[in-house]
Structure formats: structure tokens, C-alpha cells
């Protein structure tokens, strides 16, 4: 997968060079993560941050084959910061296989992060629910048994103004559940939302299906009206959605958020409000080798129009402009990254993620960075188990101009970190950040995090 994305970022360069002949170019943002396949997006805003739940479609996957679901975070929209996967298969003792689409909210201070399993007794898809203190986990199995269970997948929770919580999940049928305040029970019986044409669109050529409901339900409420956003018609899928006045229905139909488009043959929608903007999170095929089990997920900004309709999209490769600039005189973490060319991520053993994997010619990208008037120096947490590498820091696109070099030494193993510094000139202004590596053959350096001084 690392080749194939330097390859492809190179071909873009090239294309992009033969066109409009500028030497430099900056690459596409969406997929929001290069370094591995994403599906399934779950938006989530808390304490000023978007935090990202996704599924992980593993590498040659030709059927589903997802093992563990990630998290990801950005102050910005442009900028993720990858925390890794602080829940997997293996959190729930009772599921086998089949880690999908997933949710998380939180309530009281805890996270709840319900996703869609395979009931090892059963055999059947069940919904478990994770639970956490923390955005970024570590998730334990909050009952160790499912919450529901009864073959249908892609839970959504939500709650009222009045308190009352909601999950909803399903395909073929779309169902909810009252849940309790403790959010992981809950009263009454699991509940079947009728689905007709006039509030879920007319399928034609499926008599079994006559909606175009087909699964991935993401239920909000904006301005007193409940909203609805799902996957529509199989296959391939598009994002279509309802509206209500309440939040079992009545359903309406509205119509489409964003047409079949890219190579992914499902779609997964995700919406949140962040810093004045609205954004649509969804997924596509959009990196080298994807496909319908190898996805992506990408995200767009957006208006909701004066009546409170939801504009149609399409899938771009820009993605949105940054909602905000990021501190290069805070400490920033390697694995914060709005494009990443041949490297990878992996926990590091002295906390959070690390970058890792780099070789000669990688490099990182970080957007809106706000030098102001300008930086004296910048220093890096790095570790090398083998000869290092300069951490070259530029400007603009990674030819750009190089406002910095730096030194990494071998220093005896890949987790056995030191601080390297050097000094910075002409960093001014906001600019994209290029982190570029260069150096021997083979592995260079892993990197933890890094800040500049003013
Ligand atoms: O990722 C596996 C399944 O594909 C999800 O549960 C569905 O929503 C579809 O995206």
C-alpha cells in the first residue's frame, strides 16, 4: 500500500507539472488518511475537536474484512491526528468477525461507541457497545453480551433535547430502541420504523426492497426538524435523506445528499457542525488499490439552504478549507497529517502515535500553519534503529523552498527516542508544512512529535 500511494502522489505531481507547468504542487486532501484504508465515518464534536471513528478495511481486502475500528482527530478539518485503534474485535469476547460500521456519543462525561458484529454463539450480526472516559478510548465492552441483536447492522445513536436517547440501526429494515440514561440498556422492544416510499424514496426493480432505504442511518436534529441521512439503494449506494417532526417519524423522503459516485459500491454518511460549518463525512475508493472493501473516508463543507434542506454534493478530491490554523509553537504529533506520502503510523512506546516506516523521498504534509512573523528553530522527538536521516522542512509542496535541516542520528532502536534541533529561517507567515525525508537506503527515523520555536 505505501508504494502504491507514492507512486499515484507521483503520477499526480507529474500530471499536474505537464498541465498547468508549475514545478510545485500541492496534492489533494481527501481521503481524510493515506496510510490506511478507512470506512464507515462517524463524526463526533467534543471540547472544540472533531473527533473521527471509522472502520479499517484491512489491505487486499476482497470481502469486508475489517478486524478493529480507529479514531482520528482534527482541531481544523484539514489536519488528522491519528490515536490509533483503541477498539477491535478482540474487545468483545462474544464477536468473531465482521468489525463495521460503527458510532459514538458521548453522555455524562463517557463515550459510547456502539458498532455492528458477528455474534461468535449465533452467527448473526449484533449490536456491542464500547465504553470510555476518554474520545480516544481505550473502549471496554460495556455489558459483555450485545445490547440488541437481531441480524441487522450500522447502529446511530442520538439524543433529545429532552434527554431521551435513541439507537437506531438496520438493513434491510430500519429499527430504533429507546435507550435508558445509562445508555446501555434499554426500554421497551426494538421497534420497526415503516418503511414507505413517501418517507424513504421508491426503489424500483427490488419488489423485497421498495424503499430506497438500504442501511446507515444517521439521525440529527437542526432547527426543531429531525433529519435522517442514510445509504440508499444497493448497490452501488447513494446518500439520500428524510426528514421529521419527531424522532420516530413521521418520515418524509427529501431526496439525494450525494449521487453513486467513486469506486466503493457502498457509502456511509456522517454529519456535524464544527466552528461555524457543516461538513459531510462519507467514503469512496479514491486511494491506489481502492475499491468497494478497500475504502476511503473523505469529508466536504456545506450549507444547509434557507428551508433547511441539505444541498447535494459530490465527492471531491479538495475537501474542505481549514476551519482554523495550527500552532507551530505547540507541540504537534508526528501523526498529525493533512497528506502522507510512503509513511505509516504505529503506537509509540513512550505514548500516543508515532510516524514510522519513512523512507528516502516520504514525506508529511500539515496545513495552515501559522509561523506569524516568523521561526528560530525547530525540534523534533525522533529514534532511529538504524543509520537516521535529515528531516528536511519545507514550504509550499515538497520541492519547496527548505526553511530548515535536520540531523537524526541512529540512536539504537526504533523506540528509543531523542530530541533533535536545528535552526529555521524564512518560516513566515501561514504556510503548508513539508516534512521531507531523506537519507540512506532502507528505514530511516520514526518521529513522535515536533515544535518550532519563535
Ligand atoms: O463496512 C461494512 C458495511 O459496509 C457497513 O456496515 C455498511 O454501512 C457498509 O458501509
Known sequence: MRYAIRKAVAWTVGIFCAVVVFPAVAVADNPIVQHIYTADPAPMVHNGRVYLYTGHDEDGSTTFTMKEWRVWSSADMVNWTDHGSPMSLATFSWASTNAWAGHTIQRNGMFYWYVPVTNRATGRMAIGVGVSNSPTGPFRDALGRPLVENGEIDPAAFIDDNGQAYLYWGNPNLWYVRLNPDMISYSGSATRIPLTTAGFGTRTGN????????????????????????????????????????????????????????????????????????????????????????????????????????????????????????????????????????????????????????????????????????????????????????????????????????????????????????????????????????????????????????
Request: include cysteine.
Open 207 to 454: 419488489p423485497s426492497r421498495p424503499t430506497l432505504y438500504e442501511e446507515a442511518p444517521w439521525v440529527y436534529k437542526r432547527n426543531g426538524l429531525y433529519y435522517n441521512v442514510f445509504a440508499a439503494q444497493c448497490c452501488s449506494e447513494f446518500i439520500a435523506y428524510s426528514t421529521a417532526p419527531g424522532p420516530t417519524g413521521p418520515w418524509t423522503y427529501r431526496g439525494t445528499v450525494m449521487p453513486t459516485q467513486g469506486r466503493s459500491f457502498t457509502n456511509h454518511a456522517g454529519i456535524v457542525d464544527y466552528k461555524g460549518s457543516s461538513y459531510f463525512f462519507y467514503h469512496n475508493g479514491a486511494l491506489p488499490g481502492g475499491s468497494g472493501y478497500t475504502r476511503s473516508v473523505a469529508v466536504e463543507k456545506f450549507a444547509y439552504n434557507a428551508d433547511g434542506t441539505i444541498p447535494m454534493m459530490t465527492m471531491t478530491t479538495s475537501g474542505p478549507p481549514p476551519a482554523d490554523t495550527l500552532n507551530p509553537y505547540a507541540r504537534q504529533e508526528a501523526e498529525t497529517i493533512a497528506w502522507g506520502s510512503g509513511i505509516e503510523t504505529e503506537p509509540a512506546g513512550e505514548g500516543t502515535m508515532n510516524v514510522g516506516w519513512i523512507e528516502n523521498g516520504d514525506w508529511i504534509k500539515v496545513k495552515a500553519v501559522a509561523f506569524g512573523a516568523g521561526a528560530k528553530s525547530f525540534t523534533a522527538r525522533v529514534a532511529s534503529g538504524a543509520g537516521g536521516g535529515t528531516v528536511e522542512l519545507r514550504l509550499g509542496n515538497e520541492n519547496g523552498s527548505v526553511v530548515g535541516r535536520c540531523a537524526v542520528p541512529g540512536t539504537g532502536g526504533w523506540q528509543n527516542w531523542t530530541n533533535v534541533s536545528c535552526p529555521v529561517s524564512g518560516a513566515t507567515g501561514t504556510q503548508e508544512l513539508f516534512l521531507r525525508f531523506t537519507g540512506g537506503s532502507g528505514y530511516l527515523l520514526n518521529m513522535n512529535w515536533w515544535q518550532f520555536t519563535s
